[in-house]
């Protein structure tokens, strides 16, 4: 008896190739990420004072700029800080120091902080604001 192999037709699977599909969406992928705009939020929503004797002044490399906002709480580089730590951060007199101060802010507050300033013994303080529309008719 002679015993045949069992012959199966010749089926071709079916079979989708995803793999170019899944290099394609990577590609796109680092693509949108390498060209996106990325951008840190600025967690402080300042509304500064409005001033109408104000005067620019130039935010160098030798700058602190210590942030004020509307709940009292002091920021240095993002950062909090409590009014006891600010002292630790005014160390040289040959720095610029300037506040950036929240119009809504208690006006108790900002004297203390006025204060560390002057147990230090600096002198010039400079607080950021912004032009006072007048109204000129």
Not at 43 to 64: A, C, K, L, M, T
Request: proline share 2%; hydrophobic share 35%.
């Amino acid at each position: 008896m002679n015993l045949k192999k069992s012959q199966r037709p010749n089926k071709t699977l079916e079979m989708v190739n995803l793999t170019p599909m899944i290099n394609l969406i990577f590609l796109l992928l680092i693509f949108f990420m390498l060209t996106g705009v990325i951008s840190k939020k600025d967690s402080n929503d300042i509304s500064r004072p409005e001033s109408e004797f104000g005067n620019e002044v130039d935010i160098d490399s030798q700058s602190v700029v210590f942030t004020i906002n509307k709940n009292n709480e002091i920021l240095y580089e993002n950062k909090s800080l409590k009014i006891e730590e600010l002292s630790n951060f005014i160390q040289s007199k040959n720095k610029k120091y300037i506040l950036d101060l929240d119009k809504e802010s208690s006006i108790h507050f900002f004297n203390r902080v006025m204060k560390e300033f002057k147990e230090k013994d600096i002198k010039k303080v400079f607080v950021k604001v912004i032009e006072k529309e007048n109204d000129k008719y």
